[in-house]
């Protein structure tokens, strides 16, 4: 499985982004994706998860009120609407495939990652 995310770029602060991950196998839309980001010199860290059926969203709390992670029911892709972003947001943002149809925060239970798309915020 290949996923490809994108939608990065730069952005002042209390911008919106929207990142996309698309997976190039069909059968990904059973199961539950997820979002982490790696900033520079930190460890990489869960943002935000969903099961296959789009529903049981999870959220890391600094991201809680500002990001909303979503996908159809059924579907591959999947979508991440950052709003209000801060600096403290900059990061490489990686889309990754659950195991299993849940959503989750632990790293060790996603199968495949894609590359990253890099999130520039500027104060």
């Known amino acids: 499985v290949q996923l490809q995310a994108s939608g990065g770029g730069l952005v002042q602060a209390g911008g919106s982004l929207r990142l996309s991950c698309a997976a190039s196998?069909?059968?990904?839309?059973?199961?539950?994706m997820g979002w982490f980001r790696q900033a520079p010199g930190k460890e990489r860290e869960f943002v935000a998860a969903?099961?296959?059926?789009?529903?049981?969203?999870s959220y890391a709390e600094s991201v809680k009120g500002r990001f909303t992670i979503s996908r159809e029911k059924g579907a591959s892709t999947v979508y991440l609407q950052m709003n209000s972003l801060k600096p403290e947001d900059t990061a490489v943002y990686y889309c990754?495939?659950?195991?299993?149809?849940?959503?989750?925060?632990?790293?060790?239970?996603?199968?495949?990652w894609g590359r990253g798309t890099l999130v520039t915020v500027s104060s």
């Open positions: 196998r069909r059968t990904s839309s059973n199961n539950g």
């Open positions: 969903i099961s296959w059926s789009g529903s049981n969203p």
């Open positions: 990754a495939q659950n195991r299993w149809s849940v959503a989750g925060s632990d790293p060790d239970r996603y199968a495949y």
